[in-house]
């Protein structure tokens, strides 16, 4: 099913593990979304044109980047990444976080292959600041 504000995921076939429930969620997610952007507009408050990463959650990989950036609509795309460290320890409050799927989402957004694909596609990074 193809979600409104997210097309299918990417290399869907190579997805491992996939069970639904990260489908139904972006499906969720996305029906809040589009309910959501009415009252943004209304509110007049800047908001992204489109939203990308959420079939990715736990699973981004360069080459998964390269497909989404290829694939990209006009105008402005927020990119859901998590990146981070794992764990080495006792890190308190915050351990939870620090997994070792963050650290692959880190070095998978430091890779040059990821800085060659958004040259390619023309994709320039932006921080909410400058929107």
């Not at 995921?9 to 069970?19: Q, T």
């Not at 915050?94 to 390619?120: G, K």
Request: charged share 25%.
């Amino acid at each position: 099913m193809r979600l409104p504000d997210e097309p299918a995921p990417p290399s869907a076939g190579r997805l491992k593990n996939d069970n639904g429930v990260l489908f139904a969620e972006a499906e969720m997610f996305s029906g809040l979304a589009a309910q959501a952007r009415v009252h943004l507009d209304k509110a007049r408050v800047k908001k992204t044109d489109a939203f990308r990463g959420l079939y990715l959650k736990g699973r981004l990989s360069v080459e998964f980047l390269g497909e989404v950036l290829e694939n990209l609509p006009g105008g402005l795309t927020e990119l859901m990444v998590h990146p981070g460290r794992a764990a080495s320890g006792d890190e308190g409050p915050f351990s939870y976080f620090s997994t070792a799927e963050r650290l692959s989402e880190l070095r998978a957004l430091m890779d040059e292959r990821f800085r060659s694909a958004l040259a390619r596609c023309g994709v320039s990074l932006v921080s909410f600041l400058e929107v």
